[in-house]
Structures are given as C-alpha cells and as structure tokens.
C-alpha cells in the first residue's frame, strides 16, 4: 500500500472522532468478529469537482448497467427493501459481490473471475468514458453507511465525508477507469466481541496490472505509478478489465449514534447567519410599517368615522360637510365597504387554489417539524420523501375544508365541482408533470426513472386516501356557516378610479413578490445544492427559522399591498393579494435560470428538460404555497377593520 493511502488511513482515525449532534435513526446491527458485514450499491450519480465545478447531468445510472461491466453476484443481485421516498429519491439499492467480514483485513482480492463479459467493447467504452468525463460517482453502502472519500474545507478546516467517489478520473483529456478500491472501514467495540461499523472512507485507483490468478489469489497491481492508468479503448477494440479492493479495519471511538456526524457538512455556515439576521431587518422593518398603518392611521381612521356617523349630518353646517369630505379624501378605504365583500372573479378556481395551498402550509411546516425535533434522519433514506407524501395525503382532509368554506363564503354554488376540483386539479398538475420528466428518463435508460408500479402506488395511495379525506374536509365545510362579512354588499358595484403605477397588478408584482424570495434566498440556494449535488441537507433549524420568517414577510406584504388597494379605492383585493404575493414564484423559478447559467452545464437535452420541468413545478408550488399565506392574512386584515367601523 502506498504512503499516501496510510496517510490517509490514519487520517480516517481523526476524521471519525468528529463531533457534532445526533440524529436517530435505524436500529444499530451488531456484528461479531469475522461476521458477514453487506456491501450493497446504488446508482451511479453525477457530481462536480474542483477540476470541474459545474454539474454536467441530472441522470443516474443502475450499478449493473450493462456498459459498466461490473461484476455480478452470484445468482444475480437482489434488490434491497427501500421506503417509498427513497425510491422516488433515485435510490435503486442491489446487493454486491463484495465481501467482508467484521475485523479482518484483506489487502487484495479480486472482486469476480474475469469473463468475456466483463471486457469493455466499443458501445460499453465509449458509454464509461462519457460517465467518466461527466463526473460520474459510484455510489455503496456498508452497514447502511454511504462509502465516501475524505475532504477539507477549504475556508474552515473542516475536516468531514463527502459522499461517493470517482468511477474514474481524466488526465490529459484521456479518461480513465478506476477498478480497484481500498474500504477503510471505521468500526467501534460495543461491548465485548461486538463490534458496530461507524464510519467508511472509500479510495479508488486505476490499476491496469491488475489481475486475478489461476489460485484464485489476485494481484492489485502498483498504486505509486501515477502514470499507469488503465483507459479503455473507444476506437473498436475490446479491453479486459479485472476489479479488485482491499478492506482495512480501524477501530474508531466514534460511537454509532453519531457516525453520520463526518457525512453533515456546511460550506460556510457565516452566510446562513447573515442572511437569517438580513431577513430578520426586512421583517421588523414590515411589521413596523404594519403596525404603523394599525395603530396610527386605521385606529385615526376608525375613530374619525366612527365620530362622524354619530352625529346628525342634516344639522351640521357648511364646515361639517368639508370636514366630511376632507375625511373622505384622506382615508378611502371606508368608501368601498359596500363593495370590499363583493364575490371575486371566478371564485371556484380561487377557493381551489387557496385549499390546496393551505394544504401544503401544514405539510411544509409539520415535516420541518419533525425534521427538527430529530424524527427524520438521513440514516433512514427516503424519511423525507415519505413522511411529505403521507402528510401531504393526510392533510387533504384540510385542504377540502378550507376549500370548501372559503368557496361558501364567497357564495358559490357550484359546490359539487368544488369538491371535485379540489383534491384533483393540483395534483393531476404535478402528477402530470412528473409522469412527462419521468417518461423522459425512462427513455434515456437512467436508473432515476421512478418504476411504473411504484407510480400505481402513489396513485392509489392518492384516490384511496387523500380523495376521499378531502371529499370529507369539503362535506363539513359545506356544512358550516360561511364567514359573515361585518358589512353588507351593495347591489350596483362602485367604480374603481385608475390606479397609480405602483398600485397595477405588474408593478406590483415585481415589488411585492421580491420580498419573500429574498427572505428565503441564501436558504434556497443550499437546498438547491443539496438536491442537484447529492448531499445531506440536515440544518432544518436553519430552514425553521427561514419558513417562519417567510410566513411573516408574505402576511405583512400582503396587508400593505390590500391597505393601499383599498386607499385607492380598488375592492379587487382577493385574486390581487393572492397572485402578488405568490409572484416570489417568478423570483425562484429566475433563480433557477441563474443557477443554471451559473452552476450547470448540462450536455443533453434531457437533463436540461428533468431541470426546467422540476424547477417549474417547484415555482408552481411555492406560487400557490405564498398566494394562500399573502389570501389569508389579507382577509383577516379587511374583516377586522370594516368590522371596526358603523355602517348604516
């Protein structure tokens, strides 16, 4: 073994006594000496380097894709039980016929008898080199743990596991495959002869004098020549390729509650605090000009109303007319109180919208929940996923209620397409959306595809479950009073004088909308990092604290914008406080765009589609998620000021 794989052999030994906090998960498994430890894979996924920082696909890749001609257990491999949200994740994981066994070493073994099989043809070679240059990342799984390679921050000095590592590197432009690999495998004593696996550093090589030997013995080659690398011929010819690995065992003190602690990693964590204390300013600042607009000029408005229409205006002079007018010219808000109540344009898709986006609220904010208090480890692949899927299915009873008592109390009658429209109309969107994305991947033969009869599970998890509990949200809110506007609707609708430029649904929109998204920018950006690079995103108190403020930016925009509509004389406050709100949906989907620009470069089209497609449908949702945050306190707002004022 080379010096500088003992280096980092000994590195894995600090690396492991890391500290951090502990997130449960799985059940630990106990292992005695010698025992079988399993080696399961994943698919092959792209990443970035520091020779390549830009990510060029969005593909992943099945282990036992026939071009990579790795080898094969025997009896084929199995598949590993996976939780729903893993499978949708691109989690695809397969046994191996990699063995190990607890506490013994093996410097050099090959991982298969070489077959003609296993040699690279000219389609295999030319598909591995693409892999190659793209960045591709093998991906394993040693006692649940992912294999990765051992990196330092740059700016902190972090030492910590980046997850994965090479299928191969390219030098001199020529791509290269790596096919031997050293497991440097962590392990902590429990108690007495058990042993637990605590942490894995993986360190691949390309060694083209690798070969297994008639005894069945094998020969890794030489690590220390840097100019050997085996590269497999693309041109027409066949090239033989022999795996092997070596397994090192060092005992670690690192206990097994936080072995994921090395894998949880933030890149400068000073920017998440700058932002967090940035958004924090925009919010103090918008709830100060609310509570000024509540507490200064609407109690000064309500009073100065409420006085007037005490007193008998037939018996008040010249003056008190003037005083009247002058009122009314100051405060405009009260001139449209026999219209701020009037039915909005289409009401149905509005109480559909507002519904599902409640819906979503309570979803988003019980998975950060629980995500929070611990309950949703990355030691458990696909929590995630799984616990928004069946909270998202859940909740639909609240979507149908809140649907069906918003539509109510705009005086719809239609209340059979409501409930109809309701659980169905979103989601056949977004499920739409994915079954196109997923086609296209189906097509280019990446492992990410979701299989078909998984996507039959989601569907009947849907109709089952969440259609019928939205079907009974919406019969209890038909069934309950709608909400009484605290003043009466006038028969003949008032006209609205023009706006001024800012006031216009445009303008608006660009000014509005901007503020949510700011409040959440920093934060979207390594949520967007750890979804398109692969990484754990753990820091939930971070994004906690980021939805709250969030939830507050879009209530107090939403307030302002309605206040000032009003001012002007504009009753058409429900569709414009939900759109100009949810208008930060443009901000994130632009973000997006930038992202690319900036951190993409993707070399098919269809990973340029799977990335438009999802980055759409994300912004659709963010759109319906804020327009009902911006809906609700917005009307809260209206009923509890015309509910303060007389009106004959």
Not at 102 to 109: A, D, L, Q, T, V
Not at 466 to 478: E, I, N, Q, T, Y
Request: proline fraction near 6%; aromatic fraction near 14%.
């Amino acid at each position: 073994m080379s010096l500088s794989r003992l280096s980092t052999i000994s590195l894995a030994l600090l690396t492991s006594g890391a500290s951090a906090f502990y997130l449960p998960g799985v059940a630990p498994t106990t292992y005695e000496h010698g025992g079988i430890v399993p080696l399961n894979v994943n698919p092959l996924t792209p990443t970035a380097s520091e020779k390549d920082p830009q990510l060029r696909s969005l593909l992943s890749y099945d282990y036992y894709h026939p071009a990579f001609r790795f080898c094969r257990p025997d009896g084929g491999p199995k598949d590993v039980s996976e939780s729903l949200g893993s499978i949708l994740f691109g989690d695809r994981i397969l046994t191996s016929p990699f063995e190990l066994k607890m506490g013994i070493n093996e410097s050099c073994k090959a991982v298969c008898e070489p077959k003609p099989e296993y040699s690279f043809d000219k389609p295999s070679a030319l598909f591995t080199n693409q892999r190659i240059r793209q960045e591709y990342n093998l991906n394993m799984l040693i006692d649940g743990l992912p294999a990765g390679q051992p990196y330092i921050d740059p700016m902190t000095y972090t030492e910590f596991t980046l997850r994965g590592f090479p299928l191969g590197d390219v030098n001199e432009g020529k791509p290269s495959l790596n096919n031997h690999l050293d497991l440097v495998v962590n392990y902590h004593e429990a108690a007495k002869g058990k042993f637990r696996v605590v942490g894995v550093l993986a360190l691949p090589s390309s060694r083209p004098d690798a070969k297994r030997k008639s005894d069945g013995s094998a020969h890794c080659g030489n690590a220390d020549i840097k100019s050997a690398n085996l590269t497999l011929d693309d041109q027409g010819g066949k090239t033989p390729v022999t795996f092997t690995y070596g397994v090192y065992w060092v005992e670690s003190t690192t206990a097994w509650a936080t072995r994921w602690d090395t894998y949880l990693h933030v890149f400068d964590p000073k920017i998440q605090w700058v932002s967090l204390i940035n958004s924090a300013i925009i919010v103090i600042f918008l709830c100060g000009m609310v509570g000024a607009i509540l507490a200064r000029a609407l109690k000064k408005d309500i009073a100065r109303y409420n006085r007037l229409d005490s007193f008998n205006l037939d018996d008040l002079s010249g003056s008190g007319g003037e005083a009247e007018d002058g009122i009314q010219e100051d405060s405009g808000w009260k001139l449209v109180h026999g219209d701020v109540f009037r039915t909005p344009k289409n009401p149905l898709l509005l109480s559909v919208f507002l519904g599902n986006g409640t819906q979503l609220f309570v979803m988003v904010a019980c998975t950060i929940i629980f995500a929070l208090l611990g309950f949703l480890s990355p030691s458990n692949r696909g929590s995630l996923g799984t616990v928004m899927i069946l909270l998202y299915t859940i909740f639909g009873f609240i979507g149908g209620y809140t649907s069906a008592r918003v539509y109510k109390s705009f005086g719809g009658e239609s209340w059979k397409r409501n409930i109809a429209m309701t659980p169905l109309l979103i989601p056949a969107i977004v499920f739409a959306t994915f079954f196109l994305l997923n086609f296209l991947i189906w097509i280019k033969g990446s492992s990410g595809a979701v299989p078909f009869t998984t996507m039959l599970v989601i569907l009947a998890i849907w109709f089952v479950i969440s259609v019928p509990l939205s079907f009974a949200g919406s019969w209890v809110g038909f069934r309950h009073a709608p909400v009484t506007p605290p003043v009466r609707v006038n028969q003949i609708p008032r006209q609205i004088p023009p706006s001024t430029s800012y006031l216009r649904p445009f303008p608006s929109m660009l000014l509005v909308g901007i503020l949510p998204f700011g409040a959440i920018f920093v934060e979207l950006h390594f949520i967007m990092n750890n979804m398109w690079y692969g990484q754990v995103y753990y820091m939930f108190g971070f994004l906690f604290l980021t939805y709250t403020i969030m939830i507050i930016t879009c209530a107090a925009v939403g307030v302002l914008l309605v206040y000032f509509l009003l001012c002007s004389e504009n009753y058409h406050w429900q569709w414009r406080s939900f759109t100009t709100v949810g208008a930060s949906a443009g901000y994130v989907f632009a973000n997006a765009i930038l992202y690319w620009i900036s951190k993409l470069s993707f070399a098919s089209f269809t990973s340029g589609m799977v990335y438009m497609g999802y980055s759409l449908l994300l912004s659709f949702l963010f759109f319906v998620l804020t327009g009902t945050i911006g809906f609700f306190a917005s009307w809260a707002f209206v009923q509890r000021i015309y509910g303060s004022i007389k009106v004959d």
